[in-house]
């Protein structure tokens, strides 16, 4: 017993020492750092594992003190970066030694890591490259009556669902999840899921498991993430980022569509007809420009990147809509004004034309974007400019984007919903990187053209016909959910519909 007593206590002095020396880190680089919890660091000590609540923290601390600061998840350093010309630096100027978004792991068995959000830089580049011609204003171009085709059916469910709905209360960001869950899946895997006329389809429950964890779901992922090269120790327990089925799903789904379109020529305008001409193409070595493992890839990252960060943008854009019916109207206007210059018809180029539904788009993002931070690592030692400061080979760097988008010295009354502040003129003001929702420098959100497109058309569709207001049930604000990886609604978003008459 004394001797199991006696070890138990050189363990607990060995943690207190390896935790003492660990939450000195960012004191010994000279790096001022959040005052730590000394057993738990600040993971802790946030009331959930949520980054935004953490970067929150560290940027009402210590914005306009200093560059950067320091913290920790668990014991990992972590470089806060508070100076927007720094952040254009990592972005852009300094790119080569910041581009990766996660530390490397060894290897993964897992196919669905080879995508363009995660994989290294060595890989990154060529698979940019091959990808890049897919999302040019062309090919959206290409893709857009699939989207229209798929608005037709959100118009024809909403019209069903307010006739059964006497009080006109509708609840929205489930909605906007079916109708961007449809397009994803008609774009990226060719096929018609209908989640608009039965929510509970495979599709739709695969996005929600993957965005909609638990606490300990999203506490290991974080964990896993964090400590990559623990995480290769651990493949025996046969643990998964990915929803159960997940990958098994993907790849068989990927597989029988190329089967079918191949054996009978099917062409469609979709994301997954690009991707079979890209892989029935050769580059110069004479192999295939992509594997059907990295298609199966692409097209769940573009399936996972693309539908709740759009349904949540309508959804927060409806909701600041309704709280701003001056706005609403304003932008009706400019709808309807479009719409019958054309026609009545919503064409391509018409809804490019729509120049301040474009600046209600980014003051939602703004406001709400999808992610609490970017993130970088550092792939070499990078010495901070005009500093005596050196960011070591595998820091871990997050960008706070929510806090640089409710910064009061960069828009003024941030709380407030205003589309004017993106103006061209307004625009030009600002630094170029004060707005982040898409990302920046040759590692930005490849799919944004894709994201805005789907985004319009939702607008479009709905407010035409239908004007948004508060009801009852609408809460005041909007909650970010404490758990999900991207900003999304916390509750239930509830507004009162009404159907558009032009008098």
Same mark, same amino acid.
């Given at each position: 017993?004394?001797?199991?007593?006696?070890?138990?206590?050189?363990?607990?002095?060995?943690?207190?020492?390896?935790?003492?020396?660990?939450?000195?880190?960012?004191?010994?680089?000279?790096?001022?750092?959040?005052?730590?919890?000394?057993?738990?660091?600040?993971?802790?000590?946030?009331?959930?594992?949520?980054?935004?609540?953490?970067?929150?923290?560290?940027?009402?601390?210590?914005?306009?003190?200093?560059?950067?600061?320091?913290?920790?998840?668990?014991?990992?350093?972590?470089?806060?970066?508070?100076?927007?010309?720094?952040?254009?630096?990592?972005?852009?100027?300094?790119?080569?030694?910041?581009?990766?978004?996660?530390? !490397?792991?060894?290897?993964?068995?897992?196919?669905?890591?080879?995508?363009?959000?995660?994989?290294?830089?060595?890989?990154?580049?060529?698979?940019?490259?091959?990808?890049?011609?897919?999302?040019?204003?062309?090919?959206?171009?290409?893709?857009?009556?699939?989207?229209?085709?798929?608005?037709?059916?959100?118009?024809?469910?909403?019209?069903?669902?307010?006739?059964?709905?006497?009080?006109?209360?509708?609840?929205?960001?489930?909605?906007?999840?079916?109708?961007?869950?449809?397009?994803?899946?008609?774009?990226?895997?060719?096929?018609?899921?209908?989640?608009?006329?039965?929510?509970?389809?495979?599709? !739709?429950?695969?996005?929600?498991?993957?965005?909609?964890?638990?606490?300990?779901?999203?506490?290991? !992922?974080?964990?896993?993430?964090?400590? *990559?090269?623990?995480?290769?120790?651990?493949?025996?327990?046969?643990?998964?980022?990915?929803?159960?089925?997940?990958?098994?799903?993907?790849?068989?789904?990927?597989?029988?569509?190329?089967?079918?379109?191949?054996?009978?020529?099917?062409?469609?305008?979709?994301?997954?007809?690009?991707?079979?001409?890209?892989?029935?193409?050769?580059?110069?070595?004479?192999?295939?420009?992509?594997?059907?493992?990295?298609?199966?890839?692409?097209?769940?990252?573009?399936?996972?990147?693309?539908?709740?960060?759009?349904?949540?943008?309508?959804?927060?854009?409806?909701?600041?809509?309704?709280?701003?019916?001056?706005?609403?109207?304003?932008?009706?206007?400019?709808?309807?004004?479009?719409?019958?210059?054309?026609?009545?018809?919503?064409?391509?180029?018409?809804?490019?034309?729509?120049?301040?539904?474009?600046?209600?788009?980014?003051?939602?993002?703004?406001?709400? *974007? *999808?992610?609490?931070?970017?993130?970088?690592?550092?792939?070499?030692?990078?010495?901070? *400019?005009?500093?005596?400061?050196?960011?070591?080979?595998?820091?871990?760097?997050?960008?706070?984007?929510?806090?640089?988008?409710?910064?009061?010295?960069?828009?003024?009354?941030?709380?407030?919903?205003?589309?004017?502040?993106?103006?061209?003129?307004?625009?030009?003001?600002?630094?170029?990187?004060?707005?982040?929702?898409?990302?920046?420098?040759?590692?930005?959100?490849?799919?944004?053209?894709?994201?805005?497109?789907?985004?319009?058309?939702?607008?479009?569709?709905?407010?035409?016909?239908?004007?948004?207001?508060?009801?009852?049930?609408?809460?005041?604000?909007?909650?970010?959910?404490?758990?999900?990886?991207?900003?999304?609604?916390?509750?239930?978003?509830?507004?009162?519909?009404?159907?558009?008459?032009?008098?």
């Amino acid at each position: 017993m004394d001797l199991i007593l006696l070890t138990c206590f050189a363990l607990l002095i060995l943690l207190f020492t390896y935790l003492r020396h660990s939450y000195q880190y960012w004191v010994s680089h000279g790096v001022p750092q959040l005052k730590m919890n000394f057993l738990f660091g600040t993971i802790f000590q946030i009331k959930t594992i949520h980054k935004m609540e953490l970067l929150n923290e560290v940027y009402r601390e210590f914005h306009g003190k200093a560059k950067l600061a320091g913290t920790y998840v668990f014991t990992k350093p972590i470089a806060v970066i508070l100076d927007l010309d720094l952040v254009k630096c990592i972005l852009l100027k300094d790119f080569n030694k910041f581009t990766d978004r996660f530390e !490397r792991r060894k290897s993964t068995d897992e196919f669905l890591h080879q995508h363009l959000f995660r994989v290294a830089g060595e890989k990154w580049r060529p698979l940019r490259t091959k990808l890049t011609p897919t999302f040019t204003s062309a090919k959206m171009k290409y893709m857009f009556s699939t989207v229209i085709k798929v608005a037709d059916q959100l118009e024809e469910a909403f019209a069903a669902h307010l006739t059964e709905t006497p009080s006109g209360d509708v609840e929205l960001h489930d909605f906007m999840g079916r109708f961007t869950t449809d397009v994803i899946a008609h774009c990226a895997f060719g096929v018609e899921c209908d989640s608009l006329k039965d929510p509970n389809v495979e599709f !739709r429950r695969l996005g929600i498991d993957h965005f909609y964890p638990n606490y300990y779901s999203v506490t290991l !992922r974080t964990f896993m993430i964090t400590y *990559p090269a623990i995480f290769n120790y651990l493949k025996m327990f046969n643990i998964s980022h990915f929803p159960i089925g997940a990958e098994d799903f993907v790849l068989r789904l990927v597989r029988d569509t190329v089967c079918v379109r191949e054996e009978q020529n099917i062409q469609r305008n979709d994301f997954i007809n690009l991707l079979i001409e890209m892989k029935n193409s050769k580059d110069l070595n004479g192999a295939p420009l992509l594997s059907m493992e990295e298609m199966a890839a692409q097209v769940f990252i573009f399936f996972i990147a693309g539908f709740e960060t759009s349904s949540s943008n309508i959804t927060f854009g409806l909701f600041e809509l309704a709280k701003n019916p001056q706005i609403q109207e304003k932008l009706r206007a400019e709808i309807l004004t479009v719409l019958e210059k054309h026609n009545g018809e919503l064409t391509y180029e018409g809804m490019m034309e729509m120049t301040y539904l474009d600046q209600v788009i980014t003051e939602t993002l703004r406001k709400y *974007p *999808p992610l609490a931070a970017l993130t970088r690592v550092a792939t070499d030692d990078y010495k901070i *400019p005009d500093t005596d400061i050196t960011l070591e080979k595998g820091t871990h760097i997050y960008i706070p984007m929510k806090e640089i988008h409710y910064d009061p010295e960069i828009y003024e009354n941030p709380e407030e919903f205003r589309p004017e502040r993106f103006n061209p003129e307004e625009v030009e003001k600002r630094h170029p990187q004060a707005f982040l929702s898409f990302g920046d420098g040759p590692r930005n959100c490849i799919g944004l053209r894709f994201g805005r497109m789907q985004v319009r058309v939702g607008f479009i569709t709905l407010l035409k016909s239908y004007r948004f207001s508060l009801s009852e049930k609408t809460p005041t604000e909007l909650e970010v959910s404490k758990y999900s990886l991207v900003l999304v609604p916390q509750d239930k978003v509830w507004l009162k519909v009404e159907k558009f008459s032009k008098l």
